[in-house]
């Protein structure tokens, strides 16, 4: 067969791949928002908003692009959802095309170099069972059906993959250099999807090398991996950060020395960074240094698409997280500093203690400073320093620390056989890095996908949940316990899938074929497996991942799986050669005896997996995430303009997306409070938003920014002392803090916001809120029991005149739990105010568990102790306002589509769907308990129609 018929069969081959999967991932693609950071990223694409870092600009650029096509807002998660589909099906097509180009040279070295017609069908028929195993694999085809990066990020990683395999076949052209610059610029784009996409960077420099030195050692292939990793560490570790710092220091010279205004100096240092390589461009005569120059050049026009972040941001959109709307705060954006870093080579373990240092008669914590915090000053015109971020020591510390989190100590030592009371030994730490990191965050998962999976519950680390299994019982009984003996519901979950082992088998068999071919095939190898080591293990080194991580992490290595379909490609060819020996033995023509079907059957493991796969993967139908975050809204009263405190990703990110991209409830006010300890977010809770009032907080920048009551110390030995105070000098006492010393609102004005930093304190261990009465009737909020039967002046006289709030136990009030403080203090029960019933009490550290009200999926706040009063009910552990509850499950909630019979509900959508569920149990209860057994009948019918 000659070069142009392979081209054509390879080329019409490919793109019915590309059909297979598009049509696959088309048809059970979600139809809206999924759950976890879905939501966020399709809210952000749909107006061009800042999502949380470090950001993602070119998914969002092209996201927006789609969104265009959709006819409605309901439409537009589909359109960005069927983006990623499309994106993924690429992914498969460049997957079954880099295949061949693997294949093909290694199948033709045995015929001489030319492929004949079976040849070039073993070819074929192994980039289509590698490119369609991966389509069919659990954890590609879960990221190809939602709005998230992913996707795009395995799209690009092929996509660079196919590119250097494509410069390799023509590197000696005149024009052949063009490919490596797309690549630079590919990796540049993808700097504003996800990181993962540097990773490719090895193995593109191990084909670089072994192309233009065929001769090359091992010593010196070694060599240009060592040099491959410092190029990532460059980028990931100089380039990028860099960008930003000397960024930095060109606004601080152009704005604060010269007086230009703000972002002259970064867009003068982007000019001329341009600009001096489009110089070295021009002037270099060296072949290499003209095309390094280009790729650098086209990197950073790639990692242009930040700008947009910039942009986006000074525009102040309704999401906007970090305001990164300057160059000093997009480096804290892009460094993703509001987040916790993990040590990686050297550093403290969970027993750690921070490190002390003499300063005179006593010991201070010893603390470095850290990177300069800059803001913009408006009045000025100016940068102001706002402070140096502190660096704390810890000792002792530990090479390689894998067990670092102080919080989860009992958890370290459950994997690793420690103690959590005393400092782990090295062995320990490798044990956990061993069992837990590896083992269980990443060969379970790479096993789920080549050999199968138990159920689709997260793991902890038990025999019954999110396991691996093969499908063969003597092996999973062996190593899990009888199968047979777990509960109809697991036994028939169907994110139960058995592959029996085969794609694993398949692909060992393309790594040993590989291994065999020769110079060729052995370089072919160190390619893949270095693309396979970086895409996986590697992120398990950098990751760093404590337990008890809040949801299966497999999507981070898709890349990894991505090269292990490679060699389950080249097991077709592996096979074939096999059936060839086989058959040459028995004396039959090659590959035309009874054997020679045996390649073809290999297309037999992809179908087995869809038929495995199909039912856990459609979610089609499927509209919970919408629907339940819906639902949180509707919970609160139509007027008002409500509050709602949410706290995760589940509880807020479907909230934002029904406000922001279909329009509902844009009269309530979403505060997630896991954002509240940080300035840029309460000054964005002071402005006004859609057809919501501002959050009633009074405070001025300069009292909640970076570094300023993040933590008031709790002071209850003071009580006694500002009492006395008050006893023997009145009204200089109330000038000072108030008439009334312990009413919130005076220890936050007076006290933890006083101009005295010596006085920043909360000087008692309970606290008060005063009760405006009429307010109160005003605001609709279910009475006590006792107090349902009074009227008129009697009714006033037996509302509370105040409400407490204990602080016993506590040693201080996070900037958190002062903003529910002040928005509590200000509402003043004239707006309704409330908290998700997924965040509770777990919140804020102040005790409210005992005046909330359940209405619905969230508690409302209120002044009464209904404990006190007898209205909680032990069972339920709260307060029900009945009336309210049954108006919310019975009109203003929607389900999802849960009605449908075989909808497919994950985890995830089980959970929420749970708390639906309790709420329906707790309103029957509650009506039997009133005797109102028609209308409990009715929920109960009414459920199970709904929540089937």
């Known amino acids: 067969m000659n070069d142009s018929t392979f081209k054509r069969w390879n ?95 290694l199948v033709a070295a045995r015929s001489g170099g030319t492929l004949s017609v079976p040849d070039a069908a073993v070819v074929l028929l192994s980039g289509g069972v590698g490119a369609l195993v991966y389509t069919f694999s659990d954890t590609f085809w879960f990221s190809a059906v939602e709005g998230e990066v992913y996707a795009f990020s395995s799209f690009l990683t092929a996509l660079v993959f196919w590119l250097i395999l494509r410069w390799r076949d023509e590197a000696d052209q005149v024009t052949g250099d063009r490919w490596l610059v797309l690549i630079a610029y590919i990796i540049g784009l993808s700097l504003g999807v996800h990181l993962l996409n540097l990773l490719c960077i090895p193995a593109i420099t191990l084909v670089f090398f072994y192309r233009k030195y065929p001769s090359l050692s091992a ?29 930095g220091w060109f606004e601080l010279l152009f704005i604060n020395v010269l007086g230009f205004p703000f972002h002259t100096g970064l867009i003068v240092f982007v000019a001329l960074f341009l600009g001096a390589l489009a110089v070295g461009i021009w002037r270099c005569g060296r072949r290499w240094a003209r095309v390094a120059f280009c790729c650098l050049f086209m990197l950073t026009v790639g990692y242009g698409t930040y700008g947009v972040i910039l942009i986006r941001s000074a525009a102040n959109p309704p999401l906007n997280e970090d305001a990164p709307d300057n160059i000093f705060a997009l480096r804290s954006y892009l460094n993703r500093e509001q987040y916790e870093s993990a040590p990686l080579l050297y550093g403290r373990s969970y027993a750690s203690q921070p490190e002390y240092v003499e300063a005179g008669d006593h010991y201070r914590l010893k603390v470095e400073r850290g990177v300069a915090v800059y803001s913009p000053d408006s009045l000025t015109g100016k940068y102001r320093l706002v402070r140096h971020r502190p660096e704390y020591s810890y000792t002792p510390r530990m090479l390689f620390p894998r067990m670092w989190s102080e919080r989860l100590a009992g958890a370290y030592a459950a994997w690793s056989g420690g103690s959590p009371n005393a400092v782990p030994t090295e062995g320990e730490n490798l044990t956990y890095f061993v069992s837990y990191q590896l083992n269980y965050m990443y060969w379970r998962y790479f096993l789920w996908n080549f050999v199968g999976r138990q159920n689709d519950l997260q793991g902890m680390g038990d025999a019954a949940r999110g396991n691996w299994i093969t499908g063969i019982p003597w092996i999973d009984n062996l190593r899990l316990g009888d199968q047979s003996s777990l509960p109809e519901s697991l036994k028939g979950n169907k994110g139960h899938n058995v592959f029996y082992g085969l794609p694993l088998l398949l692909g060992l068999v393309g790594i040993w074929w590989q291994l065999r071919q020769g110079r060729a095939g052995r370089r072919q190898f160190n390619v893949v497996l270095l693309l396979f080591f970086m895409t996986g293990l590697a992120i398990v080194l950098y990751l760093n991942q404590p ?58 493991i992809p179908l087995q997996m869809a038929s495995q796969t199909w039912d856990d993967h459609d979610r089609s139908h499927r509209y919970t995430c919408r629907d339940f975050g819906r639902n949180y809204l509707m919970t609160l009263p139509d007027e008002g303009n409500p509050i709602i405190f949410c706290n995760g990703d589940n509880d807020t990110f479907p909230l934002w997306y029904n406000q922001d991209t279909e329009g509902e409830r844009r009269d309530v006010r979403v505060c997630n409070l896991s954002y509240a300890q940080t300035d840029w977010y309460i000054r964005q809770q002071q402005c006004p938003l859609y057809d919501a009032p501002a959050l009633p907080i009074s405070w001025t920048p ?63 261990d309970t606290i008060y809120l005063r009760v405006d009465k009429q307010a109160l009737l005003r605001s609709g909020i279910m009475l006590p029991t006792p107090l349902r039967k009074l009227e008129g002046q009697a009714l006033l006289d037996a509302l509370p005149d105040k409400m407490s709030i204990s602080l016993r136990g506590l040693g201080a009030l996070t900037k958190a739990d002062l903003l529910v403080l002040e928005v509590l203090a200000n509402c003043d029960w004239e707006r309704p105010l409330y908290i998700a019933t997924t965040v509770g009490d777990e919140a804020s550290s102040l005790d409210f568990g005992r005046y909330f009200l359940l209405e619905g999926l969230a508690y409302r706040f209120t002044p009464f102790d209904y404990e006190a009063s007898g209205d909680v009910d032990p069972e339920i552990g709260h307060a029900v306002d009945t009336e309210r509850l049954y108006l919310n499950l019975m009109s203003r909630y929607r389900y999802g589509g849960m009605e449908r019979e075989g909808l497919y509900l994950d985890e995830t959508t089980r959970r929420t769907a749970a708390y639906h569920t309790r709420l329906f149990s707790v309103l029957v209860h509650q009506l039997v308990k009133q005797g109102d057994e028609e209308r409990a009948r009715e929920v109960v019918e009414y459920a199970a129609k709904v929540m089937k």
């Open 11 to 105: 080329d019409g081959c490919g793109w019915l791949v590309f059909l297979i999967a598009a049509s696959v991932y088309v048809s059970t693609v979600e139809p809206t928002a999924s759950f976890w950071d879905c939501p966020e990223f399709i809210s952000c694409a749909e107006k061009l908003q800042v999502g949380h870092p470090p950001g993602a600009p070119f998914y969002m650029l092209l996201g927006n692009f789609f969104t265009l096509f959709a006819p409605d807002a309901s439409r537009v998660a589909l359109m960005v959802n069927l983006l990623n589909a499309l994106l993924s099906a690429g992914c498969i097509l460049f997957l079954f095309w880099s295949v061949t180009r693997l294949a093909r040279p």
């Open 219 to 247: 010593v010196k292939a070694l060599g240009a991996v060592a040099l491959s990793g410092l190029i990532v560490v460059g980028i990931n570790f100089v380039y990028m950060p860099g960008m930003t710092m000397v960024g």
């Open 547 to 604: 337990p008890m991580q809040p949801r299966e992490r497999d999507y981070a290595y898709a890349g990894s799986f991505y090269a292990f379909a490679i060699w389950v490609g080249m097991g077709v060819a592996g096979v074939s050669r096999g059936v060839a020996r086989l058959s040459s033995r028995r004396g039959e023509k090659k590959e035309r005896g009874p054997y020679g079907l045996l390649p073809f059957l290999c297309l037999l």
């Open 702 to 764: 300069d009292q909640y920014e970076e570094g300023t009551n993040d933590y008031v110390p709790i002071r209850p030995e003071l009580k006694e002392q500002v009492e006395a105070f008050y006893r023997q000098h009145p009204e200089e006492a109330a000038r000072h803090f108030g008439d009334d010393p312990f009413d919130s609102r005076n220890i936050l004005s007076h006290w933890v916001f006083g101009r005295d930093k010596e006085l920043r304190v909360i000087p008692t």
